[in-house]
């Protein structure tokens, strides 16, 4: 890694061009569209808020080929931007994750050794591929950590029913479950860290495994909940990100996400099987009302997925799941669609089944985790049939159900882990 | 790399669990009827699913093989039979990618007698520094209050050669003539081994036969200062060299001595607790704890980054060195009726017939192993319960091919059976038909599947290779029970040693208000009282607990 560019303040305070009170890190690919906004909205936050602070833009680019540099450095002045350079690894490049940012561990790493390096007390990340970038995000990412010495400060985002699904229904919950806090978003591109845990994620020793690129952020937030680190959210509102190239399909997002997750509690059984509960976290803001535009589903396709699945796939689910889950999977299939419940107990053990599973490796992973696209489809279906119309309140009681299904499952993972049955 | 062979944490070895093996006798990956590193390499998921996290590989270094590798003729090689330095190098880089560390052995007491060494110090002129390499006398009087150890086939530690015209001095068989580690030189030479295999990158040495190293007059020759002082000269040296590589020693001695190889955490990482091996057995025949409590109560503390190699079976004889005459006595009539199956002071038999292929007996035993405070070595083939031959020399019947299929030549090698290095066992109980790794894989019930499982439970708790014990009282001596506690976490072990169902009465009122939770099934226990805590054990049942705060 190696860093260019000037180091001097965004704004005047006077201090060396080697240190820094804050960072504030953008990550890129190919987001000229969008940059410029972004980069101009945290500059107005830091004057807006930390007008008496020595702060340090650091831009981590993944090889844009449209101008992205060239915009960030005309929105925030080229003398006040610091590009870091990282190795993206070329097998990455023809496998993008699913947020769009080939290397993203490393450029994250790269963000967090900049900011060491500079002696920041806090450091903001943020996507910068983002529509939604308020100035006051400076605030709730980074005031929590300078004034109220928290660690770690995951957003939360304002989501509809069926946005942000896979965390609602498995990310979430399973965090939530295993590491007994209550994060909502512990995958999000946004975050903002202490000093003391920057040193913390560098000298952790998950940067170069393999799913990395997709797992990164889920594992940063596993790490600030594993150690001895003060953790909150900041309500930053909605969160709408512009596309990075050809979308990826669901099955490939939910082998990743869920791949990073499942691979990352492999490496924290010590943690989570002693974890009992959950506890609330603080959030600084306050949580708007959600937009009455709720993005469109097909809610009958997403039903024919998981019928057909089940058709096709019961045999390959046998191998992790029990007969009784199997029964009452063919119970769903059979249900009218008024009528479709995906039981939230029912849906915290077909999870922890899929954990052992792959743990196990009862068959290649991928594999398993692909066929899961039809249970979630599933599960998504009942979801949205519950709370089409629902307030973000009422959104938030259905999750915290699951969550609670989740933790009551807990026990069951923890002693089908501890003594694993072959089904097949 | 999350997890490399060479872990980050430098005490790894407190928590490894150790899988043992004979290159030569667990995969023939080239069809020549002798395993090889070509084989090893195919079955390194086989080891990686088992759970192990360590190899430790008995010498496959070029060696006559009188003594099945342990009379190494080049330390610095890999034997033509078990294929090349590349070979090696090519397991190892696999083996550490699945996170398995890999020990090797470190025969410092002696060579072989073909060893360039020897062959150059018995034709040197006496005095010379190539002579000296080696214990030479003109007389076969000297140290004789050194015990023979192989006395079913030693009569004498000296052996006259005729080419040197003196007597050389060997612990072992004539064919092992000890090195003279009086003379530096010895000690240059076995610095540069060790750097060798360091820089290649193996995680440990097994160091055989440590106590015999140095020779003094009127001495037993055995745990001799200057021999600890060889040692530390060692450790220092890989300390400085390749720190977080691990030390462990082979010194077949009473606990008090063994304790000494440990230093002040300046000589051996590990070195094996062999006086409790003999005694689990006797306590399980005799069904009473006592001579489990007793050697455990005599077993001195070790410094902190220190740690005890806990085994049930091993390739050599069930050792019965360190026991008393009447517990040598009561063994042999418990476990060797048979006498084929004594050889020296032991009794050559694997874990299975040892135990009479009794199931919840293998299950108890290794129990205990995984969690009494060492680290447990696990002998290759014992996973599935592999029997052995009596009827092969020395200790050849417990160095049989690995069971793999039910196929020819148990899956070990398709070579002609008749160019096997040994024949497989094909009894009607043990053999190969009937234990196999594959049958096994599709038996969800069984000895395998039910390792792995007690393997994978036993990792998730450092307790276990950390922690202190400290045993209850029970009134009923056939019921064993001992707490272990790491950091804030405490657990509790009881094991039924009878074949019938026992009571025991457990004073657990230092832990009123905690709640025990049977950590296989996660099962939670009524929560203890201030009156003794009961519990009814199954024939030869054990059960671990986490002792938790109720509603934690």
Known sequence: MASTGSNSSVQGADVPASRADIVVALTSHNDVRTIGAVARALRDGLARYFASSAVRFVLADAGSTDGTREAAREAVGPSALMEVEYERGAEELGKLPYHGHPGRAAALRAILQTAQGLGAGACAVIDAGLHTVEPAWIERLIVPVLTDKFDYVSPYYVRHANEGAITKSIVYPMFRALYGVRLRQPAASEFGCSGRLVAHYLEQDFWDVEQAAAGIDLWLAVAAACGEFRTCEAVLGARVAATRGTPVDLSTILAQVVGALFTDLEHRVDVWQRVRGSAAIPIFGTVPGIGPEAPPLNVDGLMESFRLGYRELREIWTWVLPPRTIVELRKLTETVPNRFRFDDRLWASIMYDFVLGYSLRVMPRDHLLRSLTPLYAGWLASFVLQMGSATLAQIEERVEQVCLGFESEKRYLISRWRWPERLR | ?552
């Not at chain 2, 038999?349 to 696990?378: D, Q, Y």
């Not at chain 2, 272990?484 to 976490?489: C, I, K, L, N, V």
């Open chain 2, 1 to 552: 790399m999350r997890r490399t062979g060479n872990a980050d944490d430098p005490l790894w070895y407190k928590d490894a669990i150790i899988y043992e093996l004979p290159v030569k006798s667990f995969c023939d990956g080239n069809e020549d009827g002798v395993g090889d590193f070509q084989g090893l390499h195919e079955k390194l998921d086989y080891l990686q699913n088992l759970g192990v996290t360590c190899l430790w590989l008995l010498p496959f270094f070029p060696s006559p093989l009188k003594d099945d590798g342990y009379d190494i003729a080049d330390y610095v090689n890999v034997h033509p039979s078990y294929g090349t330095l590349d070979d090696f190098k090519k397991f190892l880089q696999a083996a550490h990618e699945r996170g398995l560390q890999v020990v090797i052995e470190l025969v410092l007491n002696h060579t072989s007698d073909q060893h360039p060494w020897f062959q150059r110090a018995r034709s040197a002129p006496p005095g010379s520094p190539e002579r000296d390499y080696y214990v030479w006398s003109d007389t076969d009087q000297l140290y004789q209050q050194a015990r023979i150890i192989f006395v079913d086939a030693e009569r004498s530690n000296w052996t006259w050669d005729p080419v040197a015209q003196a007597y050389y001095w060997h612990r072992f068989f004539q064919h092992q003539p000890d090195l003279n580690y009086d003379n530096p030189a010895v000690v240059r030479e076995m610095l540069a081994v060790l750097d060798f295999w360091l820089d290649l990158g193996v995680d440990g040495f097994r160091i055989d036969a440590v106590p015999y190293l140095v020779e003094r007059d009127n001495t037993s020759c055995e745990n001799l200062p200057e021999t600890h002082a060889i040692m530390k000269a060692i450790r220092a040296h890989i300390d400085a060299r390749a720190p977080g590589r691990m030390l462990l020693a082979e010194a077949n001695q009473l606990p008090a001595d063994v304790r000494a190889y440990f230093g002040d955490g300046d000589q051996c990482h590990m070195a094996y607790h062999f006086p409790v091996m003999p005694r689990i057995f006797m306590a399980l025949h005799l069904e009473d704890r006592q001579p489990i409590t007793d050697v455990m109560e005599q077993t001195p503390p070790i410094p902190d980054s220190c740690q005890w190699a806990l085994f049930l079976r091993n390739h050599d004889e069930l050792t019965l060195e360190m026991v008393t005459d009447d517990e040598r006595d009561y063994m042999y009539l418990a476990y060797s009726m048979d006498p084929q199956a004594r050889l020296n002071l032991g009794i050559r038999r694997r874990l299975a017939p040892l135990v009479g292929n009794s199931r919840p007996r293998i299950e108890l035993l290794v129990g205990l192993l995984f969690s009494f405070p060492g680290t447990p070595i696990i002998y290759y083939g014992d996973e599935i319960g592999m029997g052995d031959n009596l009827y092969l020399g020395d200790r050849n019947g417990v160095r049989t091919p690995m069971q793999w299929t039910g196929d020819r030549n148990a899956g070990f090698s398709r070579a002609d059976p008749a160019r096997l290095y040994s024949p497989v066992v094909m009894d009607p109980v043990y053999g190969y038909p009937a234990v196999n790794v594959e049958a096994q894989e599709s038996d969800a019930a069984s000895l395998l599947y039910w390792m792995r499982n007690m393997i994978r439970l036993r990792k998730l708790f450092k307790v276990f290779g950390r922690g202190t014990m400290e045993f209850l009282s029970p009134a009923n001596r056939k019921v064993l029970a001992y707490l272990r506690r790491y950091r804030e976490g405490v657990i509790l072990c009881v094991a039924n040693l009878s074949r019938t169902v026992q009571p025991a009465e457990l004073d657990l009122s230092a832990f009123a208000g905690l709640t025990p939770v049977e950590m296989l099934g996660y099962t939670e226990f009524p929560t203890i009282g201030t009156l003794p805590y009961f519990l009814t054990l199954g024939p030869y049942g054990f059960y671990w607990f986490e002792l938790e705060r109720s509603g934690s």
